[in-house]
């Protein structure tokens, strides 16, 4: 399809909808997103999605360069419907969105089309319910972990390697970083490495913080 082809789709689309490059950048935004979001499409376009929206989902990871969802979707992976909260215009909405990867045969940038249905009464009742059931009942471990892991969570989608994980899990499990480096016959140095590889990709400050959103997302 042709840029102007793909720019149509959004335009055509009566549910709030815009169009990124391979970038991440804006390239369209249409009427629907228009009233959603409170601004034009000649504020938006040219400026990054995640500068845009601000979104933030249910584990706590800010949109940043480092999307998730942007990277699988540049490798043509396709992906489920997810939860964000947008920041824009001085207030706060969850919405559900969906990504359809398009393709582009008259040039090598890739271009997705983002859907976006506001789910703010239902995901703020669904987080609700979800706070009340945790501090009012007293649920075994495993189901307490069921109930806090979201399903619809682009940290899901964080792309840790095996590796990664297993430190993750051992840091998960109380030990320390010679204690992992020691039961994964590995250099401390090494060890470090890979924890802050895992903070950055979850945007994380600490290895606590690392810690509650891999969980939350079901990574461990």
Known sequence: MRLEEIKKLAHGTADAAYVLDSQGTIVSWNAAAE?????????????ACSDTLKGIDECGHECGADCSILRRANCRDP?????????VGGREVWCNVSVVILDNSSST????????RPTDVQKRLELA??????????????????????KRSPTATVDLTAREVEVLRLLAAGNTTE????DLGISRTTTNNHI???????SAHSRLEAIRRA?????I
């Open 196 to 202: 802050q590889h895992i903070l950055k990709k979850l």
């Open 35 to 47: 009233a959603l979001f409170g601004m034009n499409e000649a504020q938006v376009v040219g400026h």
């Open 215 to 219: 969980e939350q997302a079901g990574l």
């Open 109 to 116: 940038n890739s271009y997705t089309l983002h859907i976006v």
């Open 179 to 182: 204690r992992i480096a020691d």
């Open 79 to 87: 992906l489920k419907n997810y939860d964000i909260k947008t920041r």
């Open 129 to 150: 319910v979800k706070d009340f059931v945790l501090a009012e009942t007293s649920l075994p471990e495993a189901n307490v972990r069921e109930i806090l892991t979201t």
